[in-house]
């Protein structure tokens, strides 16, 4: 049950997420730059997002099972590793992360990517019979 639950709570609002930032890509580019640019936003979008990794990490540590059962596991650890390093790193450090990762460049391979995997999630959440 918490696979199929945890599967459509990540890949309804990775969905929601990814389709807001496609309706208007210089909107969203901007935010991007502007999260950033500004250091205490960071270390709060680092606190919870660190906090949403470890919830679902502390809930759902399962690397056997079915394909969603390992994505929703691996969605957490990430989360809380990147939550981690938004708090503990310095900010410049991030900023440079954020200009190698060429988000502007590759701003719809990022999103197509991350909407396969989570329409994948949410047929899954919505579909699969829990293993």
Known sequence: MLTKYLSKLLGLSIVLIA?????????ALEEMNALFADPGLMFVTGVFTMIGGLAVVLAHNRWSGSPPAVLVTFYGWVALIKGALFIWLP?????????????????????GFALVLAGYLTYEGFTAVEA
Not at 19 to 27: C, I, R, V
Not at 95 to 103: E, I
């Open 19 to 27: 389709a807001g930032m496609l309706a208007n890509k210089p909107a």
């Open 91 to 111: 900010p410049p450090l991030q900023a440079d992360f954020y200009r190698a990762m060429h988000f502007d460049h590759l701003f719809y391979a990022y999103l």
